[in-house]
């Protein structure tokens, strides 16, 4: 690839960090080679199957098509920041109390998503779950467990 | 879902997955994740012809581009490995394309970078002249004259009924299985009604959201190979006999997978990969992408036949099924499903007289093997389609129908195994009853109409195989399991954890489970076929019993009274007289089978236990528009007893979804062998909006005497009975019947007009 890397510099997970992007590298790519963060993984590559999902600014973003380029000067979040310490997020906490994860590769997807929703909407119907996960797909089809997750994490919050 | 917990409370109980925290924070270890230093990372070249012979590859622009490794083709395989051949059926596979290619999309060289952009930059540059061949799509057509796709059969050796086809020419039958059971024409010839069907399934794919991962690194005479894989112990022997190097030479590790269901069994990326680490010298990883899948395995299409001789009263006196199932270019493990789901193509029926031919067909599409149901969600397709039909046409309600001629415990199935631990009839009567189906049914009036339909099926499991299992006790008295079984999202981990700590009287949770790891953990034949829970599951719970009667030895040798209760730590501590030693114990598994007789069919003993599942299925349908919901999906299934509750209703209801999917959307679509929608835009997976708007899980009260606890596999009973259900309610509710998959909107529509006088035309 001819085009040069340039540095870009953006806060991650909270911390301030710089990496190395050449124009064609995507936020997973980079996520995943410097700084070991596999939780956003590409699966369909086209933005279709929300395995790769990112926070940017406060917004989900399929980070397998998102350019690293323009997350310079972005508030990055991603999955792995949402536990602190041994604490899970109260999203998480529900995910593994309704049984909504098997083969796990599109929970942090799924857990980011719902993680989205409750900040906007903290007593979604399941009509509104259907809309704002549309864009996640889960091949083991665990759906049914993640509709319970989204509703039991909505009870904690609201009871927080 | 209500369970018995066993004395220890372990088994029964509904425990949250051992894995489960690691998933929800994104940190669970899959190959996906695995760097290694100085590695490579390679990019496959695909065949762009379906059948063609390779003229010339030329790799010298690729080569000289800036930050390429090497460009590596067959003749560079043949270096380390001199017969590049493999499968576990047919040893049909070239590692990479070796002179022609037989299907659009087959691999045919590969490039080495340490930037996989440059390693993708670099395919464009490779130019490769081929000289195209007649090709042949269609698995009926493909039994004829015209193209033929392997020169000559190559069987692997490794199942006795396919050495008669060793070196056989001018075929694309890779196996041909045949049953004979009384006299299928004289039943025919006493029968008062004859019915006959021709029934079709699609190709479609696996889709795991984790797409095909190695990894593989050398050095000093041995190879460790990281993968995604449901078969760690069948890569190691099949790398070791490629290499022609011992088995302690070849370490497989598998670490969590992203997703199976069939598609991560045998060889996949595993030889290609392994392959290039020995030719580069360095480590080497390659991650296939979404595309790229549909490439690799598939699930097969079928044609199916079926002809059916009735009595006046409803009873089913013979049947004959003619099954050619389409395997691509390679066979994979499409001989195994010709043969194992063919012996149940007459369905979970008690039918004297049958007559069943099966075939597994070679065709240049990409190859066909294991998908969730191993064939059994095609066959059921057509024979549970079939059934209504025939109750329909007799004017016979299809639920007494079934009844009527349910096979029952202790009567001979079509191989002549004698039926056992298949309640077939509860699994019926409960579908019945949930269903509601002795109420009268209101199917509306309008544009709108709705209907009902069930379906059962049966499968019986994978034999002959084995499982050997190690439990582990450390000096401080904490347990770890050693398994080859791979978790790949089932569950496995923790079903098999619970089994140990009711053995032992601990909780689950205490329990470690060591991932595969060939050089650690001990032989396990596949994660497949729902065999698991049964096979590994009877391995585990001997060698936790051996744990349990060596620590009763080791106390009575250190003069402790029989049934004292000292911790074992403490036994131990003090044998050794510091924290230090261990306590191991063994279990290996592996149940009694008779293989069929080649020109009957017949066996006293097919399979160690079976799988009974049905579904209930009601739509809605659009008669203006031919869409349709699903508006209720009721899942019933013959489970034996359930070692976790939660995850089998997991189970049935993931493959439920999953075999929706393959009944109203999925399908690989091809245009004169290339096909046209390999990716997620184009090929609809299941997603929210997809679901029914009720779904419902049922397990029979049932025990498997046999099954660890009494326990049997659920994976794939899920599937069996959606396709044939969601038709049949089609065709309660408005008349219809469709018998090609995937029952699309625009198919029922055709339908509808050609039933109103007014057929489309068509594209």
Redesign the interface.
């Known amino acids: 690839m001819s085009a040069a890397p340039r540095t870009i510099r953006f806060t991650l997970n909270g911390q301030p960090v710089s990496a190395q992007a050449a124009p064609h590298h995507t936020l997973v790519e980079i996520l995943r080679d410097q700084f070991s963060l596999y939780g956003a993984r590409e699966s369909c590559g086209q933005g279709l199957c929300g395995c790769c999902t990112v926070v940017v600014n406060g917004e989900a973003v399929s980070g397998c098509l998102y350019l690293a380029w323009f997350a310079d000067d972005a508030r990055v979040t991603t999955v792995e920041h949402l536990a602190s310490g041994d604490r899970l997020d109260t999203v998480q906490e529900a995910f593994l109390e309704a049984g909504a994860v098997q083969c796990g590769f599109c929970t942090p997807g799924f857990v980011l998503m719902t993680k989205q929703l409750l900040e906007h909407n903290p007593d979604p119907s399941d009509d509104d779950i259907r809309h704002h996960l549309s864009g996640n797909l889960c091949r083991c089809a665990a759906y049914p467990e993640i509709m319970a997750a989204v509703k039991l994490a909505a009870q904690k919050v609201r009871a927080a | 879902m209500a369970a018995k917990l066993m004395p220890a409370g372990q088994v029964g109980r509904?425990v949250?997955?051992l894995?489960?925290?690691?998933?929800?924070?994104?940190?669970?270890e899959?190959v996906?994740?695995l760097?290694l230093p100085g590695m490579l990372w390679g990019k496959i070249l695909r065949s762009t012809r379906p059948h063609a012979r390779i003229v010339r590859i030329d790799a010298h622009a690729a080569q000289a581009l800036a930050?390429v490794f090497r460009v590596v083709t067959i003749d560079d395989i043949r270096t380390v490995i001199p017969d590049p051949y493999y499968g576990p059926a047919f040893h049909d596979q070239p590692i990479l394309a070796d002179g022609k290619v037989r299907f659009a999309g087959e691999p045919v060289a590969v490039v080495l970078a340490e930037?996989r952009?440059?390693a993708e930059?670099a395919l464009s540059l490779i130019e490769v002249t081929y000289e195209d061949l007649p090709a042949v799509y269609d698995e009926v057509e493909a039994t004829g004259p015209g193209a033929i796709v392997h020169d000559r059969l190559k069987p692997a050796g490794t199942f006795p009924d396919l050495k008669h086809l060793d070196g056989k020419r001018d075929t694309n039958v890779a196996l041909d299985f045949h049953l004979r059971r009384g006299d299928a024409e004289a039943g025919f010839a006493a029968s008062a009604h004859i019915f006959e069907h021709k029934f079709r399934t699609q190709q479609t794919m696996?889709?795991?959201?984790?797409?095909f991962v190695t990894a593989a690194e050398a050095g000093g005479g041995a190879i460790t190979i990281y993968t995604a894989s449901q078969g760690p112990s069948f890569v190691r022997i099949e790398i070791a006999r490629l290499l022609g190097w011992p088995e302690n030479k070849v370490r497989v590790k598998v670490p969590?997978?992203?997703?199976?269901?069939g598609a991560k069994l045998y060889i996949k990326l595993e030889a290609l990969v392994a392959a290039l680490a020995l030719i580069a010298r360095r480590p080497v990883k390659i991650s296939l992408?979404?595309?790229e899948q549909f490439f690799t395995i598939t699930k097969h299409a079928a044609t199916i036949h079926i002809k059916s001789g009735v009595a006046a009263d409803g009873r089913i006196l013979a049947r004959r099924c003619e099954v050619w199932w389409n395997g691509g270019a390679y066979a994979d493990v499409g001989p195994r499903v010709t043969q194992k789901s063919g012996f149940t193509a007459a369905g979970p029926y008690d039918i004297d007289n049958v007559w069943l031919d099966s075939y597994a067909v070679y065709t240049n599409r990409p190859p066909a093997g294991a998908l969730r149901g191993f064939g059994v969600p095609q066959m059921c397709w057509a024979y549970e389609s079939h059934t209504d039909l025939i109750a329909r046409a007799m004017g016979l309600d299809p639920l007494e129908f079934r009844r009527r001629n349910i096979l029952r415990n202790g009567r001979p199935q079509a191989t002549g195994t004698v039926l056992r631990g298949a309640p077939i009839e509860a699994v019926l009567e409960m579908l019945g009853e949930r269903m509601g189906w002795g109420r009268a049914y209101d199917r509306a009036n309008g544009p709108k109409r709705r209907g009902r339909g069930i379906a059962i099926g049966f499968k019986a499991s994978i034999a002959p195989t084995a499982s050997v299992a190690m439990v582990n006790l450390y000096g401080d008295g904490s347990c770890g399991l050693y398994c080859g079984t791979v978790d790949?999202?089932?569950?496995l981990d923790t079903g098999l954890a619970q089994i140990v700590a009711e053995e032992l009287n601990i909780a689950a949770e205490a329990v470690t489970v060591v991932h595969p790891d060939t050089d650690v953990t001990p032989y396990d034949m596949g994660t497949l076929g729902s065999r698991s829970i049964f096979h590994m599951g009877n391995a585990v719970r001997q060698a936790a019993g051996d744990v349990r009667a060596k620590v009763a030895a080791l106390a009575a040798e250190l003069g402790m009274p029989a049934g004292s209760n000292v911790p074992i730590a403490e036994l131990l501590r003090r044998k050794y007289g510091m924290q230090a030693g261990n306590i191991i114990g063994f279990g290996s598994y592996m149940p009694s089978y008779v293989s069929p007789d080649h020109d009957t069919g017949q066996t006293p003993n097919v399979s160690p236990f079976w799988m009974t599942a049905g579904t209930g299925a009601e739509v809605e349908v659009d008669t203006e528009t031919g869409h349709f919901r699903v508006l209720r999906l009721v899942n019933v299934a013959d489970v034996g007893t359930p070692i976790n509750p939660?995850?089998v209703a997991?189970q049935l209801?993931?493959?439920?979804?999953?075999q929706l999917g393959f009944t109203v959307t999925e399908k690989m679509e091809f245009r004169d062998g290339q096909l046209t929608n390999g990716?997620?835009?184009d090929y609809k997976?299941?997603?929210?909006?997809d679901?029914p708007d009720a779904?419902e899980n049922e397990i029979v009260d049932s025990s498997q005497p046999d099954g660890p606890f009494g326990a049997k596999g659920v994976g794939e009973s899920g599937t069996f009975g959606v396709s044939p259900a969601i038709a049949n309610a089609i065709a309660d509710a408005v008349g219809v019947r469709l018998t090609e998959l995937p029952l699309t909107p625009e198919a029922v529509y055709r339908a509808l007009c050609a039933a109103a006088g007014n057929p489309l035309a068509e594209d």
Do not use: C, W
């Open positions: 509904s949250a997955r894995e489960g925290r690691a998933k929800v924070t994104g940190r669970a899959y996906h994740n760097r930050g930037d952009h440059v930059e696996h889709t795991p959201l984790e797409p969590y997978l992203g997703g199976g269901f992408t979404m595309e790949m999202g089932q569950g939660r995850i997991t209801s993931g493959a439920a979804i999953m990716s997620l835009a997976i299941p997603g929210f909006f679901l779904m």
